[in-house]
């Protein structure tokens, strides 16, 4: 969300903003708020001048309730109760008109973070622009993308060989469609890719978490847009909570109206969570099997830091990702998320794609996004600086890891002609020590 003020003093940047982002529908929001917002400072400045009228008029009937306990004329004393009965009239008129604009400054307050809430953050000036994701740019490539010389099954055929996947109990018996059963060596590898990835973002220094798995609505508005969170989260029914579609959030809600000092920044936190999440609209073969699921599990990072340190940030939180991958020889490229594929939300934004050698071709596993002061200010997440100063802190996020779709990576690119799965050195601790996974 932007600064109201920024919107303000900058319309036409903001408006030059939303037309990079290709929502020009939304280029009238920006005058309907300045409009809103004059209204709002209107009403500040008359409620300002209503409460010293009325402490000018209480500050007068001091003196007269004194004159009035000495006073022996008749006629005097009526003609001080009457001043003293004007003045309380007046007050009471006042009370009453302040009343009314304070209810209209609540709905005010409504109607322009409404509107604030959908103008759309102002991106980085680096941020390549573009329509959709088809023009996305890629950056570099991590790792040969190799095609080997049998055929690789679709990642369902592959667990089965193994007995590591049971879809049809979960769909038509237990929970339906986008749901699973993993078992044997696949729900192994499955839990002990989760467990080296909690080791790996411990060894670079983040403090390892397992966060709340809902979040009230409160955090929900601090976190996501309303698109989002209708085309994401499940809701409680009869509870103000919802189910997390992913751990940064409730992560990020961790610091909802603090504080913090700034020496102590940055705040570095990876997590553990399961998601869940409605994936409207999923279609197509690649929707099949465990890619696009209602349920799954994820090692998650946060930065919460200064804002000049941000962009660091944004850098080392992919490359984290990447190297993770790369120790599982797993090839991997970046991908700059263009304009108009930013969420509202994000500053900048860079999708981390891993090789996937049955289709020839990279495939999202993690998206690594600066937000800029956008949640913070929703949150209220703010820093005291050594001068006493107090600003809202940038956040920023990042997947480590989001099993089981990182196995379908994992599968292909560690396949075997005889159909066996190497286990990499970096993740053969978790796995008992195991080299291989043998198909039965």
Not at 123 to 135: N, R, Y
Not at 208 to 228: H, K, L, N, Q, W
Not at 311 to 332: A, C, G, K, S
């Amino acid at each position: 969300m932007l600064d109201i003020k920024f919107l303000r003093e900058n319309p036409d940047v903001v408006k030059e903003n939303i037309k990079k982002k290709f929502q020009d529908h939304k280029l009238p929001l920006v005058d309907q708020v300045i409009s809103l917002d004059a209204q709002r400072r209107d009403i500040i400045q008359e409620t300002e001048a209503i409460k010293a009228a009325n402490n000018k008029l209480s500050k007068a009937n001091g003196p007269l309730f004194g004159k009035l306990k000495k006073c022996a004329d008749d006629a005097e004393r009526a003609e001080i109760e009457k001043v003293i009965e004007e003045n309380k009239e007046k007050v009471r008129i006042n009370d009453e008109r302040e009343k009314a604009l304070d209810t209209d400054l609540a709905e005010l307050d409504r109607k322009i973070r409404e509107i604030m809430y959908v103008i759309p953050n102002i991106i980085d000036p680096s941020v390549p622009i573009g329509k959709d994701d088809s023009q996305n740019v890629e950056i570099e490539k991590f790792g040969e993308p190799a095609v080997p010389d049998f055929e690789i099954p679709y990642h369902t055929e592959i667990m089965k060989w193994y007995d590591g996947i049971d879809l049809d109990t979960a769909v038509d018996k237990v929970a339906g469609n986008g749901f699973y059963y993993l078992m044997g060596d696949i729900a192994r590898l499955h839990s002990s890719i989760l467990a080296y990835a909690r080791d790996f973002m411990i060894g670079r220094g983040f403090t390892y978490c397992i966060p709340p798995f809902m979040i009230r609505s409160a955090v929900v508005d601090g976190v996501m847009s309303f698109a989002e969170m209708d085309a994401m989260m499940y809701k409680i029914e009869g509870e103000d909570l919802y189910l997390i579609g992913t751990s940064e959030h409730s992560m990020i809600g961790k610091f909802r109206d603090t504080l913090n000092d700034e020496e102590k920044l940055p705040y570095t936190l990876t997590s553990y969570s399961p998601c869940f999440r409605k994936e409207k609209g999923a279609h197509g073969i690649e929707e099949r099997g465990v890619y696009r699921i209602h349920q799954f599990e994820k090692q998650e990072m946060i930065v919460v830091c200064k804002p000049e340190d941000s962009p660091m940030w944004f850098d080392r939180l992919w490359q984290n990702t990447v190297d993770f991958f790369r120790t599982l020889d797993i090839p991997v490229r970046t991908l700059e998320c263009c304009s108009g594929d930013l969420a509202d939300l994000k500053v900048k934004s860079l999708d981390v794609e891993a090789w996937s050698p049955r289709q020839k071709k990279y495939f999202e596993v993690g998206s690594c996004s600066n937000l800029g002061d956008a949640q913070a200010r929703r949150l209220g997440i703010r820093v005291k600086g050594k001068d006493g100063r107090k600003y809202l802190a940038h956040t920023l996020n990042n997947t480590v890891v989001a099993p089981p779709r990182m196995l379908i990576a994992f599968l292909e690119n560690n396949l075997n002609a005889d159909g066996s799965v190497n286990i990499p050195k970096a993740l053969q601790p978790y796995m008992g020590g195991q080299e291989k996974i043998e198909k039965k």
